[in-house]
């Protein structure tokens, strides 16, 4: 398929998407009005009756829906009620934390989980161990490993914050280090499992036993010849990982308490706050259709014959 049919396809899937969303939020016990009866026992019914047809929740919700999208086809996202602030002004913040946390997570991911996995195929009696650690790594909640590293480098060793973020002057890498290594730990356990798996099936191609017979170094033969044939479906793996990096990991920002996309999502939709939880989770999607597309475009390129 061609890069405008896809991006045709991505666009009619985030219409259908957007619908979903809104459907599914609509339907969720309770709306902002309630809420608002709850947090000022002052308002009346009557107040309550004014404030829905003042924000049109007093409508069907499928002209609710198509009010909605006509406002963001025009540009105009509205406003966080839980924030009192435009949603573009939230999502951005938030976006690059997100990006700052999980960009690193999963770099350090890739390079630990690719290395082992290569150290493994060339080192066979290291294979046994690394998938050991792989299994470890993916059986372990990410969650507890966030509570254990708490404990102790910001409880029991005080060399770290235990969570939040930099503020003013502050540096920011402290603050990044324990949510980075909970959440690369994980990670990186397919990416081993991966690797290693993918460069047992290319060491024993024919190619590269012609290039050891011309007398090529083994580290040369992984890294030149074995290792860009193993890397398609690690490619694969990363695309489908994309999402990750704009979503957040919600448990992981939630216990770090960083102000990350994860966590606006989660404060979204838990307080009826349709406007701000639709355009992130759209954009969640977004960005996971536009990492596949990317992954798919980079293993064109590293295997023509998937043209």
């Not at 006509?70 to 938030?94: E, K, Q, W």
């Not at 959440?183 to 024993?204: C, D, E």
């Not at 706050?273 to 590293?302: E, S």
């Amino acid at each position: 398929m061609s890069i405008p049919a896809r991006l045709l396809q991505m666009l009619l899937t985030l219409a259908a998407l957007s619908l979903v969303f809104y459907l599914l939020l609509g339907l969720m016990p309770g709306d902002p009005i309630d809420l608002a009866l709850t947090a000022d026992p002052r308002l009346t019914a009557a107040d309550a009756e004014r404030l829905r047809a003042l924000h049109g929740l007093d409508r069907p919700l499928w002209a609710r829906y198509l009010s909605w999208a006509g406002a963001v086809l025009r540009g105009d996202f509205g406003y966080s009620r839980l924030f009192a602030r435009p949603v573009l002004a939230l999502i951005g913040p938030a976006l690059l934390s997100s990006l700052a946390l999980l960009g690193l997570a999963l770099g350090l991911a890739v390079l630990a989980g690719v290395g082992l996995g290569v150290l493994a195929a060339l080192r066979p009696r290291l294979g046994p161990a690394v998938q050991g650690l792989a299994a470890l790594a993916q059986a372990m909640p990410g969650f507890w490993l966030g509570i254990l590293l708490i404990i102790l480098f910001a409880v029991t060793l005080g060399w770290l914050p235990a969570g939040g973020a930099a503020e003013g002057g502050e540096p920011r890498w402290p603050f990044l280090v324990l949510p980075v290594a909970t959440l690369a730990f994980g990670h990186m356990a397919a990416y081993a499992r991966h690797a290693l798996s993918a460069m047992r099936g290319a060491m024993a191609d024919p190619w590269i036993r012609t290039a050891r017979a011309r007398g090529a170094s083994e580290g040369r033969v992984a890294l030149r010849h074995a290792l860009p044939n193993a890397a398609v479906p690690l490619i694969t793996l990363l695309g489908l990982d994309a999402g990750s990096l704009v979503s957040g990991a919600v448990i992981t920002e939630t216990l770090f308490a960083r102000p990350g996309m994860g966590k606006l999502i989660f404060d979204a939709v838990m307080g009826n706050d349709y406007n701000l939880a639709l355009v992130a989770l759209l954009l969640v999607a977004g960005v996971t259709m536009l990492g596949n597309l990317a992954a798919d475009l980079g293993q064109r390129a590293l295997d023509p014959r998937l043209a």
